[in-house]
């Protein structure tokens, strides 16, 4: 697989929000910069123990830390992808992470779907279960069933996306003669990237529907190790390892000047190109004003293009 570099924006704020044009103005520099990819991330609710997002036992991440506080401002991401890709040409548009389980399954598919047709198969999911239970809750769902209600969905997207006459039934859900158009624009539907810890369902999940992995937690930090080991799992039961692609990521210095030290941190790509990472997700501060942030991404581009 070719190496990808791709940004996230931030399609969430600390504070209440008035105007979110420098998203959009940061989107299209990234679409003119020749930025490959570029993702947002989900929260449909917030509870008030926000500790929990430090909690490996619940999804979190060690020693992590929410970005907001509960009423902070987070814009629903397929709604924000279709307002970027209007306005763009080029870059793909993806999700990190998409808490697909609390969307009804067939609604899903028909949003997803109409996106990747108006994008002309730009879009990606990148999925996953979540941390926080509030959520869950809130949207009438058994948070400790979750691995299983993502995976239902995904079946779910899957058979509507793929069968002219689809049929469904896992006991929870049955369906037959069903017919939703239009199809997703990409031939077997919008492409799936599973995000987790190497584990026994998220290996599962993987093998049956995953396009890349979004490594989280300390397997996001071991990338050497825990690429070895998914690589193997998945390989186990019977998918191509080498099919999947990975995502990575790596930090952006600033220099004596203030400015991004993209030579500096170049450094940090042919390590990663040879654990395997395919999408390499560049943490870097976008400029509000678009011809600024055209200056910036396009000086990531090029260092980036050169790396590799």
Known sequence: MTPQLSIQLRAFSPDSV????????????????????????????????????GRPAVGGTPGGKQPTGPDGS???PLTTLSFIAAQTSRVRLGTNILLAALRRPAVLAKTAATLDVLSHG???????????????????????????LLEHSLRVCRAL??????????????????????????VGGVPIWVSGTVNGPVIRRL??????WIPWGLDAANLVD??????????????????????????VPRGGDGRPDFAQAMHQIPPLVEA???????????????????????????????AI
Do not use: C
């Open 18 to 53: 008035a105007e979110w044009d420098f998203l959009f103005e940061q989107a299209r520099a990234a679409d003119e910069a020749g930025v490959d990819r570029v993702v947002v991330s989900d929260h449909v609710v917030f509870g008030e123990r926000l500790d929990e997002y």
């Open 276 to 306: 395997g990472v395919t999408d390499f997700r560049a943490m870097v501060a976008i400029p509000a004003e678009h011809a600024h942030a055209l200056e910036v991404l396009g000086e990531l581009v090029s260092a980036f293009r050169a």
């Open 122 to 148: 730009r879009l990606d999911l990148g999925v996953g279960v979540g941390w926080q239970r509030e959520e869950y809750e809130a949207a009438g769902l058994d948070f400790d069933r979750r691995g299983g």
């Open 74 to 76: 987070w814009l629903e």
């Open 161 to 186: 996306w793929t069968d002219e006459s689809a049929r469904f039934d896992d006991g929870a859900l049955r369906f037959e003669n069903i017919h939703q158009m239009p199809k997703p624009h990409q």
């Open 207 to 212: 093998a049956e529907f995953g396009t890349g």
């Open 226 to 251: 825990s690429i070895g080991r998914m690589r193997h799992g998945v390989a186990a039961l019977g998918r191509d390892a080498g099919s999947i692609g990975v995502v990575g990521s790596f930090g």
